[in-house]
């Protein structure tokens, strides 16, 4: 059985993810710094194969010693799925009104890591003789949003890593893209007023938010079919990067 790695899988897109590749009938190993054995279980319910590890996406030894227990018990990691992220919750998060320990915060979270993902993992992969990433963006990566500086650094930052991972292990099968969703309906938004939830929405040619199972579809798409992609990021934003107004 095919082996899946998902990070941030306690919830939100991470938790969608790794219920969709569970259906599609992949052993989902479902990581993160909270306890994921609720997606776990949930996974289980339906049918599907999983297990919970705790990881801090952060640490290069965490993610040591989690690759390497995956492969102790499964023997082989086929397909990588970076989705833990965070935004500022530190500081203002402008240019002049951000901290560094902002700034540290949510770009070691939302670019070191997927860094230090596809470090630990891509070796396995080239022994294998290939595999498939999928790291998150985001379309903040894109254009200019209020109020997201650190972040849209983060994630302009995973799009071109992206670009260049692909560039340098694709002679060796591994087909690596991210996605680049709109506003996910997600708990991320749990501090938000309704409206700017709904000035969110209305950005969007669908005039809603997305759903953390849209942006999961997407990932499962390009693990399951997609054998001629690599190096692209994929908006999955409802229209909005074609709206051209926020």
Not at 10 to 33: E, F, S
Not at 57 to 72: C, F, I, M, P, Q
Not at 164 to 179: K, R, S, T, V, W
Not at 224 to 232: A, D, I, K, M, Q
Request: a negative charge.
């Amino acid at each position: 059985m095919p082996v899946a790695l998902v990070t941030g899988a306690a919830q939100g897109i991470g938790r969608a993810t790794a219920r969709r590749l569970a259906a599609d009938g992949l052993h989902v190993v479902c990581a993160d710094i909270q306890d994921a054995s609720a997606t776990v279980t949930e996974i289980e319910g339906d049918g599907g194969k999983a297990e919970a590890v705790t990881l801090d996406v952060r640490s290069a030894s965490g993610w040591s010693e989690a690759v390497s227990g995956v492969l102790d018990r499964h023997g082989r990691i086929d397909h990588l799925a970076n989705i833990a992220g965070v935004v500022n919750m530190v500081s203002s998060d402008t240019v002049v009104g951000l901290t560094e320990e902002g700034w540290d915060y949510v770009v070691d979270t939302d670019l070191k890591a997927p860094w230090l993902g596809m470090r630990a993992v891509i070796p396995s992969m080239i022994e294998a003789g290939g595999g498939r990433i999928v790291n998150i963006s985001s379309l903040a990566a894109l254009r200019g949003l209020p109020n997201l500086a650190s972040y849209s650094a983060a994630k302009g930052g995973v799009a071109a890593l992206t670009r260049q991972a692909a560039y340098e292990y694709g002679d060796a099968g591994i087909l690596i893209n991210a996605i680049a969703p709109g506003t996910i309906d997600t708990p991320i938004l749990g501090d938000i007023t309704p409206e700017m939830k709904q000035a969110n929405a209305a950005a969007h040619i669908v005039d809603r938010l997305g759903k953390p199972e849209e942006a999961a579809s997407m990932v499962a798409y390009l693990f399951r079919e997609g054998s001629f992609l690599t190096g692209v990021v994929y908006p999955v934003d409802g229209g909005w990067s074609a709206k051209g107004n926020f």
